[in-house]
């Protein structure tokens, strides 16, 4: 299992570090290019958007990852039925616009859903292919290809751009990767379509796909509601200004988090009797996870002005008082994205669902009281109390129910990293204003960070715990 993981991660990190880095090149140029509005449209789009791939997945990509027992005959099955389910999706998605438009009052919806009605199709019958590419565990072709579907959706958006496009610069190299994607994955597995597909294979998997599914589908809206009601009820700058800050927070998630949650079930779902093994895996993660991401949301906390401006420019000011309230929940989605593996792989679909009916009870309740309040910061501000009550929930779900143990056998990971969290709030508290550059400013603080990280690591003994995991996984 150890040599799975080290393959699995390596991988992984390749694929995750260059989606980030070409996205948030990407986006650096964009954000130069088009207007705060123009992303504001983007992002309401994206919401449904995500919401169509949802139903298109159906819960089928993980269960597929799950049961090894399928045969050939049987994927060919549930594909050709994937691909049904997203030819219907994509037809009513070419609809979708008029509601939409309604809804936002901007007729621009209309043309737009007309054009990701391709998107989404691709991105439904995708899933198969990549699942089945998961399942054998072929991580390198899966992130390589993810990578180059990042870089020509990149080229395509800015050479669009440049070219006065807009907002269609966007969507326009979102279909493109979701082509792209689905073309590799599908050529380089053995699935064929088939008119008439049978019942039964749908069957063998309905029970996992189905507890999956349910959990996508709360799990999206407690995800989405807010981009949705902000999009709604305040302008479009405003759901941009506020969907630029979140998805900055979500990139520790995208560059640290998702290394190993990306490899976690596929490969503990070989272990799923072996309850005592994945807690342990857990435990190890979480720990691991902590002692960076607690340090780092402070990090991000007093650099939230530097971090913005660099990336996006001057006219993202705005952004600024959301990703600071965001950054402090940092580390709670690194830890909780997690979670979602870890059920899988012990088979306990019926609690990531309870879990992710919790989940959304909070984040819905926290949201329409931020958006009841009329600004964008008071919801980020609920957002993390949300997120930090399901952080709770969904640990004493795993600890105490699958894994039979007590809650605190988890904090008392979280001990030795809340440490260094004090140390670096302490000294970025008593840092003084710097006279420069945003860039020099950003630089400095970040040696700072690394310095006083290394010294907290230093003095709670973590660094030898470090060495004996490097080792462990060596051997």
């Known amino acids: ?18 989606i980030v880095a070409v996205q948030l090149l990407v986006q650096a140029i964009l954000s130069r290019i088009l207007t705060p509005s123009e992303f504001g449209i983007v992002s309401a789009v994206n919401i449904f958007l995500v919401f169509f791939q949802l139903l298109a997945d159906f819960g089928i990509g993980p269960a597929i990852i799950q049961n090894k027992e399928l045969t050939q005959k049987e994927v060919n099955s549930i594909f050709s039925f994937s691909i049904y389910i997203a030819l219907g999706l994509s037809v009513l998605f070419v609809f979708l616009g008029y509601p939409m438009s309604l809804f936002y009052g901007n007729t621009v919806f209309i043309p737009i859903s007309m054009i990701l009605a391709i998107a989404v199709f691709f991105y439904g019958i995708l899933v198969v292919p990549q699942s089945l590419l998961l399942r054998e565990k072929n991580f390198r072709l899966v992130n390589m290809t993810t990578v180059m579907g990042a870089v020509i959706s990149g080229i395509v958006s800015i050479t669009l751009g440049f070219l006065g496009f807009s ?4 969507i326009l190299g979102n279909t493109v990767k979701a082509a792209t994607l689905f073309l590799v994955f599908y050529l380089k597995t053995d699935t064929k379509f088939r008119f008439q597909f049978e019942w039964a294979p749908l069957k063998k998997i309905y029970t996992f796909s189905r507890n999956q599914f349910l959990f996508n589908f709360i799990n999206y809206f407690s995800r989405n509601l807010d981009s949705l009601l902000i999009g709604r009820y305040f302008s479009a700058s405003s759901l941009a200004y506020y969907d630029k800050a979140y998805q900055v927070s979500l990139y520790p998630n995208q560059v640290l988090t998702s290394l190993v949650t990306s490899v976690i079930h596929p490969i503990l779902s070989d272990y799923e009797d072996e309850k005592e093994r994945i807690k342990q895996v857990y435990l190890r993660i979480s720990n691991m996870l902590a002692t960076l991401g607690m340090p780092l949301s402070i990090f991000l906390f007093f650099t939230a002005e530097e ?8 006219q993202w000011g705005s952004s600024v008082p959301v990703f600071q309230i965001l950054a402090l929940s940092v580390w709670i989605q690194m830890i909780l994205s997690s979670t979602g593996g870890i059920f899988q792989s012990g088979n306990r679909t019926d609690l990531l669902l309870l879990s992710g009916i919790l989940s959304t009870v909070l984040n819905v309740a926290g949201i329409v009281t931020g958006v009841l309040l009329g600004r964008i910061e008071t919801v980020a501000c609920f957002l993390v109390i949300a997120f930090s009550m399901n952080f709770v929930q969904a640990n004493i779900l795993l600890m105490k129910i699958m894994f039979k143990d007590s809650l605190l056998t988890f904090l008392k990971v979280l001990k030795k990293p ?17 006279p420069f550059s945003i860039f020099i400013r950003l630089f400095i603080k970040g040696i700072v960070f690394v310095i006083v990280w290394i010294a907290g690591l230093l003095l709670t003994g973590e660094v030898k715990r470090i060495k004996m995991e490097i080792q462990r996984v060596k051997r």
């Open 1 to 18: 299992m150890i040599e799975q993981f080290k393959k699995g991660i390596f991988y992984t990190a390749i694929g995750k570090y260059s």
């Open 418 to 434: 809340f440490l260094l969290t004090l140390m670096q709030a302490g000294v970025f508290l008593v840092l003084p204003q710097l």
């Open 307 to 314: 971090v913005i401006m660099f990336l996006f420019g001057g």
């Open 167 to 170: 907002y269609y610069s966007i």
